[in-house]
């Protein structure tokens, strides 16, 4: 809503000389959203002034224009001496030809500023000193209209004569400030100025004058016939005004107050209609009499009815919208959009001016339904007062016959009533237990007075009756958030809830911290992507039909057509965050990301069960049944140089290595080991993938990616990824763990160098030489493996070191060497030889 | 000077001579090698003072006395000049060895390639320990959600317009009323179902809006909200927890207003704002130095927050008449942009190292 600050001036007594900005600090605290203060025509200054023409001759130039060198009265103040007029005058050369001798214009003198920072100055043009300029609507920033200069009338609005040097600014309203704000859906009565002066009013505490008398008949027939026959109509005012003059303009007062309000002028009754809207609140639609065919009806929509609407579009109509109509059917869409066959139009001289009040939700749902915001619809949505239609109708009706020479019917329509407000209970100290500050009784009754309420003060509860205009006062704390804003909520204390003692994070959240530390730690980049994936993402991954994550879940109206998707696993998110850094010249790349995959669960229906109760717990295990299951996951991907070479050495590169290390940081910052396993997965390498295992259980794969799969999302070679199911992991990791006793013996080491065929893996080789090993045994760790010669084809020889030691007593060599011997053994069950040299 | 062939000259002046020589010879030294060789030469079983040792025993009894100690004390003479020149020598050696090994310090190094963590899961994570640090705990919920808990539990109506598909992502089909979470308040729907009272959580995490993106809008964005519901909560302790949460995040001296504003979620509602900590105030009114950040408005908005609206309580199965609530919630990213100064949400959502890698890994 943008509200001229003169306009509401007319409402509400406000002290004088308060500016916009001024006014808009009072509004902003009280809650409304003013965004903006338009400070309009404050980049017009200096000498601008009502002229009289005195006399002009036509002077064609080379280049076919005509102009017109201007002699101009601009009053006694302003004028030079000349030759010809006692009185003195300036000469102005003009390009228009809209004006005759004798007419009043608008001149800019030199020194005068108008919009764009253009300086008025007497310049040379055309062979003459230009001493001023004769203004067009565009140059002075109150128009667009560049057709001819501005002619104005005898008398200004108030009936008094101008004159040659007279200030024509508020005649042409050339200064106001606007308030640009963001009415929200609550207080729709703050869309309008009546609505906006009176919450001044309130916060200033001055006194503020409705425009609106709320006093509405009773039922009365005698105007155009309505007939309501849906209970979304409740009112409906019909007014009826003839003869009105199609020739008159729409005064200059109000086509500006329109078009500084964001709306456009377009015709005299159209304008009064829209004029009447802005001040009140109340939309209003002209209907051209003689187009309306037999009595209005309102009432919802037939199967396959249609509407040709104002903005000349076909509507076809639900059995929800609610229509206005006549004999020939529908003529409007209620409370959104007239239609165009009875639009009012150049010959229209007989109007009937609809008021009518229509249910915000029914009006809400048209209007989404039909994509069709419109200043009524923006009311009807958040609620118009309906004790308001039919003051504002005769207000309409009253401007129509002032300014456009019609005549008021006598014979008018009252159909329904003003919808009885429901009086409700309020513990007086509700509001200051909601508020934490202490309201008396007497303050909550004055304040809730002051904002239009019918309070009846018992000794504990009040009974009170909110004004029509406010829909949004009904529940308790409604009213408790009603003394707040009227109060300030500035006055509210500031005090720091005790929480009982807490239990910190859970294990859950405190394992994922962990392991994203530990991560970074190592040397990944955190990215968040969006979580969605493309159709045939899966496919380019070559994920096979049978796998989890081919259980999607697709979006109805996704962000883009390209990504309909929810993520089943975080590859391609990260495929692209790489694709992304490359392409910016970032080529050494370790991220990760954790974060939900969506896996589609039963695809039943969420139940929208009743609010007024808790549901049950058969209602809640319905919809949770609903939602897909959501496993945190980490995933990561690695491409280019983990370390790069250097002075002090050559680089490492990034790949399988790294990603297998990343899976061990990741499981060792729960306090799990992870064993690897080799496996077949998309998208990785056959050969180069490893399932991950925690106490036998699988939370993942990492390797080098399928070179399919490189190329087809243009990954560097030699990528590799990793993603984990952290939900598994932190299941699978140790609960809590016992520190093992420190030896202080001296320690044995042993070397064993063993050949074993490729089908067997060093982790089975180490598994086995740990078991043999026994008790002794302290850690093992792998050093070397080898192939070549003295190694027969199809085996490796892989060397181990171990390390054996007691608690409680030196080892003796015998004792080393028999638990040596025990773990070959153990080993030789695999097929590992004992390697000789 | 004497030799096995020749009777050994064993006078004072004889062994003082050789005491001399072997000294003089000792302190030449300059290196351990040297030191190695000059011992073996004047200490060593073939020096001069062993050589002459020898002949002791063919002395009379009384002059053996006297000739044994006066050679004593010369070989200890000997002794005592080599001991002498080896602190010297190694610490001398020492020294160059040192100078030789000097680096270049500042040569660059790595353990690791630099990592880090996003700033916006940096950022959440500091936000959710200002709260856990107050004994309040962090509640979590999945972001595919039921339409149910994600409006109407949170007493939003059947038509209000933010549940239409031009807001908000839905999954298909339409009917199944399963959407992406616009806010995280569906969490504090779920734990006010789930848990016991009093309830004093953080819901931090993920959303969705069907926004278009650019420099101040992403449709995937992080949020952190608060809520508790004890007895005899008020709009008070809302504005203490958010002068505590707005401190910690922006020092002690950021000033914080509330406003009347309308969430359906709660009533009464308010828009919280900061002072703008770019022109503080200072361009408002004031078109000579107008200031970007705040719009010349003085404040700039940062969340939405409110007391529980008590539908929402009676939805959730608590009895309003006992009990109260407030809750609040703000955006990560916007937070993010004031703390930090990241000036385009876009940055935080395209995966380029340097933004994640720009703080170092840590929100300071």
Redesign the interface.
């Known amino acids: 809503m943008r509200a001229p600050l003169t306009w509401l001036a007319e409402h509400v007594e406000l002290p004088e000389g308060m500016s916009g900005r001024e006014l808009s600090e009072v509004l902003i605290r009280a809650g409304l959203e003013v965004e903006t203060v338009d400070e309009v025509g404050s980049d017009v200054s200096g000498p601008i002034v009502v002229g009289r023409i005195l006399a002009f001759t036509e002077e064609p130039q080379k280049n076919g224009k005509t102009i017109r060198w201007v002699q101009v009265d601009v009053g006694a103040e302003h004028n030079q001496p000349h030759d010809d007029y006692p009185q003195g005058c300036r000469s102005v050369v003009c390009g228009a030809d809209n004006f005759a001798v004798d007419d009043l214009v608008v001149v800019s003198l030199p020194g005068a500023k108008l919009p764009g920072g253009f300086e008025i100055a007497a310049r040379k043009t055309y062979g003459h000193i230009s001493d001023g300029m004769i203004c067009a609507e565009d140059e002075l920033g109150i128009g667009s209209d560049h057709s001819g200069i501005i002619v104005l009338p005898r008398f200004a609005d108030d009936g008094s004569e101008l004159q040659p040097g007279d200030d024509p600014a508020d005649y042409l309203v050339l200064r106001d400030d606007v308030l640009d704000i963001d009415v929200s859906p609550d207080i729709g009565y703050c869309l309008s100025i009546r609505g906006l002066a009176r919450e001044a009013g309130q916060n200033l505490g001055v006194a503020f004058t409705d425009v609106v008398n709320l006093e509405t008949p009773q039922p009365i027939a005698a105007g155009h016939p309505v007939i309501l026959e849906d209970p979304a109509c409740p009112l409906f005012v019909a007014l009826t005004v003839t003869g009105i003059d199609k020739d008159r303009p729409t005064p200059r007062w109000m086509a500006r107050r329109l078009v500084m309000a964001g709306m456009r002028s377009i015709s005299l009754a159209v304008d009064i209609t829209n004029y009447v809207m802005l001040e009140t609140g109340q939309p209003l639609h002209a209907y051209d009499a003689s187009l309306l065919t037999g009595p209005i009806r309102v009432r919802k929509a037939k199967p396959g009815e249609t509407l040709v609407t104002l903005d000349d579009q076909t509507r076809t109509l639900d059995a929800d919208d609610l229509l206005i109509t006549d004999d020939t059917g529908p003529i409007g869409l209620a409370g959104v959009m007239g239609g165009e066959s009875t639009e009012i139009g150049e010959h229209t001289v007989d109007v009937v001016i609809e008021a009518a009040n229509f249910n915000s939700r029914t009006i809400s749902r048209t209007l989404r339904r039909h994509n069709l915001p419109s200043e009524a619809s923006k009311r009807f949505h958040r609620g118009v007062d309906p004790a308001a239609a039919y003051s504002a109708a005769h207000l309409a009706a009253r401007l129509l016959v002032e300014l456009a020479g019609g005549t008021v019917s006598s014979k008018e329509t009252v159909a329904g009533a003003v919808p009885e407000v429901p009086t409700v209970s309020l513990r007086a100290d509700l509001p200051s237990e909601v508020l934490g500050v202490h309201v008396d009784a007497e303050r909550v009754v004055e304040i809730l007075r002051a904002s239009g309420c019918r309070v009846v003060a018992g000794s504990e509860e009040l009974a009170i009756t909110a004004p029509t205009w406010r829909p949004d006062l009904r529940d308790p704390y409604e009213f408790a958030e009603e003394i707040g804003r009227k109060l300030g909520l500035d006055k509210i204390p500031s005090l720091l809830p005790v929480a009982p003692p807490g239990r910190g994070l859970t294990r859950s959240q405190r394992a994922r911290r962990a392991i994203a530390r530990a991560v970074v730690d190592a040397g990944f980049v955190e990215v968040l992507t969006f979580p969605f994936m493309a159709g045939d993402d899966l496919d380019r991954l070559a994920v096979p039909a049978e796998d989890a994550r081919r259980r999607t879940v697709r979006l109805a109206n996704p962000l883009a057509e390209t990504a309909p998707l929810m993520r089943t696993t975080m590859l391609p998110g990260l495929f692209g965050a790489i694709a992304r850094n490359t392409s910016r010249g970032n080529d050494d790349l370790a991220l990760f990301e954790m974060g939900s995959v969506f896996l589609a669960g039963a695809g039943t229906a969420a139940p929208l069960v009743p609010v007024d109760r808790r549901p049950s717990a058969e209602e809640m295990q319905a919809i949770n049944a609903a939602l897909p299951d959501q496993p945190r996951h980490l995933g990561a991907v690695l491409t280019g140089q983990w370390l790069r070479a250097g002075w002090n050495g050559p680089g490492v590169r990034a790949g399988w290595q790294q990603a297998f290390a990343l899976a061990e940081v990741a499981a060792a910052a729960v306090g799990a080991d992870v064993v690897r396993r080799a496996a077949s997965r998309a998208p990785w390498h056959p050969g180069r993938c490893a399932e991950l295992l925690v106490g036998g259980i699988s939370i993942g794969f990492a390797g080098e990616l399928h070179p399919a799969v490189i190329a087809d999302y243009g990954l560097p070679n030699g990528a590799a990824a990793v993603e984990i199911d952290l939900e598994a992991l932190t299941a699978a990791a140790p609960v809590s763990g016992s520190i093992r006793a420190v030896s202080g013996h001296p320690v044995a080491k042993e070397d064993v160098a063993l050949i074993v065929p490729d089908s067997v893996s060093a982790a089975e080789v180490q598994a086995a030489l740990a078991d043999g090993a026994g008790e002794l045994l302290e850690s093992i760790s792998l050093f070397d493996v080898f192939t070549g010669e003295q190694v027969p084809s199809g085996h490796r020889s892989l060397a181990f070191a171990l390390r054996f030691r007691a608690l409680d007593r030196t080892l003796t060599d015998a004792e080393t060497a028999q638990a040596r011997e025990t773990a070959v053994a153990a080993a030789a069950n695999l097929g590992a030889v004992l390697r000789s040299f | 000077m004497t030799g096995p062939d020749s009777p050994a000259d064993l006078s004072q002046e004889s062994v003082d001579a050789m005491v001399a020589s072997a000294v003089a010879a000792i302190s030449a030294v300059q290196s351990s090698a040297e030191l190695k060789a000059a011992r073996s030469a004047h200490a060593g079983d073939k020096s001069p003072l062993a050589l002459v040792y020898r002949a002791i025993g063919s002395l009379p009894g009384p002059d053996r006395k006297v000739v044994g100690q006066r050679l004593g004390a010369a070989r200890a003479q000997v002794a005592q000049a080599l001991s002498d020149r080896e602190s010297v020598v190694v610490a001398a050696e020492l020294e160059a060895q040192l100078a030789a090994e000097r680096i270049d310090v500042t ?4 353990l ?7 700033p ?2 940096a950022l959440m ?1 500091l936000m959710a320990d200002v709260f ?1 640090a ?5 509640a ?1 919920g ?8 994600n409006f ?2 949170l ?1 939003t ?3 209000h ?1 933010a549940r ?2 031009t807001d908000t ?10 959407l ?1 979470r616009t806010q995280t308040s569906p969490v504090q729907a779920r734990t006010m ?1 789930e848990r016991e009272l ?1 309830i ?1 959580i953080v819901c931090p995490g ?1 959303v969705y809006r ?1 926004d278009e993106i650019d420099a101040t809008h992403v ?2 964005f992080h949020q952190i909200e608060g809520l ?1 519901v ?1 007895k ?6 809302l ?3 958010l ?2 949460l707005a401190q910690s995040m922006f020092g002690d001296d950021i000033e914080t ?6 969430f359906p979620f709660t ?5 919280v704002d900061l002072k703008c900590f770019v022109c503080h105030g200072e361009s ?2 004031n078109p000579d130095a107008p200031c970007r950040t705040c ?1 010349s408005q003085g404040w700039i908005e940062w969340g939405g927050s409110g ?1 529980v ?3 929402v309580l ?4 608590i009895d309003p008449t006992e009990y ?1 609530g407030f809750a609040f919630g703000m955006g990560i990213e916007r937070t993010l942009m004031f703390r930090n100064h990241a000036a385009d949400m876009r940055d ?7 933004f ?2 720009s703080l170092k ?1 840590i929100v300071r």
Request: glycine share 8%; proline share 12%.
């Open positions: 040569l660059p190094v790595d690791a390639p630099q990592g880090a963590p996003h916006i899961t994570d856990v107050m004994g309040w705990e962090v979590e999945p972001e595919v959600e039921a339409e149910w808990l109407d539990a007493n109506d059947p038509d317009p239409s598909t992502l839905f999954v298909e089909p339409l009917l199944n009323h399963v992406l179902l009093p004093y993920k069907a449709p995937v508790v004890d005899g909560i008020s709009l008070a302790h504005k203490g927890t002068d505590h207003r509330i406003r009347p504003h309308y009533e009464p509602s308010a828009e408002v009114g719009k007391v609206n008590p539908r009676i939805a959730c199965g109260s935080m959502v395209e995966g380029d190292v340097r994640s890698r890994g």
